[in-house]
């Protein structure tokens, strides 16, 4: 799971997803109305394989964590989730990153990549777009691109005053050191 993703579920739940194999499991089993044989075949793996997680004997082999991983982070707490991305995408978000980006601009510009940490409010599009490619299965990479074009929008081309500034710059995003979205 890339940062965006990280980003936006960590704003998205007000408990901790669980950790342990057997917790999961546990949790998947209500959704699987207690039954390990209905679970095992949503896992696409043993009805005793399941039974051995729960009791703690084993861990899933990675095809199974996945499965496992994906299964819990579609199903924790879908309506705080929902009402989380109706508000993000009604008041939009608050974005600090430190990033690296490239620029290009009308006469004695640089591109020269630069060093930045960048705290900008997003509108709620831009969190609209970011769920929408997430939902799609937009890579990390695709994700990126799309907050590197709201950053140059939002935090490059408009001045606090809402005026315009740097018109013809375009930004790309070349590295993320890390970052953080507050909804």
């Known amino acids: 799971m890339g940062e965006i993703d990280e980003g936006l579920e960590r704003s998205e739940r007000t408990r901790p997803i669980p950790q342990s194999v057997p917790a999961r499991v546990r949790f998947l089993l209500k959704g699987a109305k207690g039954s390990t044989k209905q679970l095992a075949t949503e896992l696409g793996v043993s009805q005793r394989t399941v039974q051995r997680w729960l009791k703690g004997q084993g861990t899933p082999k990675p095809a199974a964590a996945r499965k496992v991983e994906q299964q819990v982070r579609a199903k924790w707490q879908p309506k705080v989730r929902q009402r989380v991305r109706r508000q993000a995408e009604r008041a939009g978000f608050l974005l600090t990153m430190s990033g690296t980006f490239g620029y290009s601009a009308a ?39 799309l907050l590197a074009n709201a950053l140059q929008e939002h935090y490059f081309k408009t001045s606090p005053g809402g005026g315009i500034r740097a018109a013809g710059l375009t930004c790309e995003l070349n590295d993320v050191a890390w970052m953080d979205i507050q909804l």
Request: no cysteine; glycine share 8%; proline share 8%.
């Open 107 to 145: 006469g004695k510009s640089t591109d020269d990549p630069r060093p930045r940490l960048i705290t900008q409010q997003m509108p709620g599009d831009v969190a609209r777009r970011l769920y929408e490619a997430r939902d799609a299965g937009a890579t990390q990479t695709q994700q990126e691109q």
